[in-house]
C-alpha cells in the first residue's frame, strides 16, 4: 500500500484487506477508549501493538462495513483526549485583541478610501 506524502487522519485503507480500515493511536489513554466505544457498539476488530517504529502505537482493524461507526468512536476519542489550541488564557486574549485591531484598521482604511 502506498502511504500517503501528509497523513491528515488517523486511519487508513488495511494494506492486505480491502475489507478493513486500520486506526492508529500513539496515546495508551485514547486507544483504550477508542476499544471499550467500540466494544460498547458491538463492533468487531482485531488489535496489534506495532513497536517497529520510533513511537510505538496501537493498530486496530475494523470493517469497512462499520466504518462510519469507528469514526465517530474516533473523533470522540479525541475529542476526550486533545489539548486546547491555546493553553493561556493571556495568548488567547492576545489573539482576540489582535484580531479586532487588525479588523478595525481594515475597516478604517476602506471608509477612508
Keep these: ?23 492508529m493511536f500513539y496515546q495508551k489513554e485514547m486507544a483504550d477508549f477508542f476499544e471499550t466505544k467500540l466494544i460498547e457498539g458491538n463492533i468487531k476488530f482485531e488489535k496489534d501493538q506495532d513497536e517497529l517504529n520510533k513511537r510505538p502505537r496501537t493498530l486496530y482493524a475494523v470493517r469497512r462495513s462499520r466504518l462510519d461507526e469507528a469514526i465517530r468512536y474516533n473523533f470522540e476519542a479525541h475529542g476526550r483526549f486533545r489539548k486546547p489550541l491555546m493553553q493561556s488564557k493571556a495568548g488567547a486574549w492576545f489573539i482576540v485583541i ?6 478595525t484598521f481594515l475597516l478604517y482604511a476602506h471608509f477612508t478610501n
Design 1 to 23: 500500500m502506498d502511504k500517503p506524502l501528509i497523513q491528515l487522519t488517523n486511519y487508513l485503507p488495511h494494506p492486505d484487506n480491502p475489507e478493513y480500515a486500520v486506526f
Design 98 to 103: 489582535l484580531f479586532l485591531a487588525l479588523m
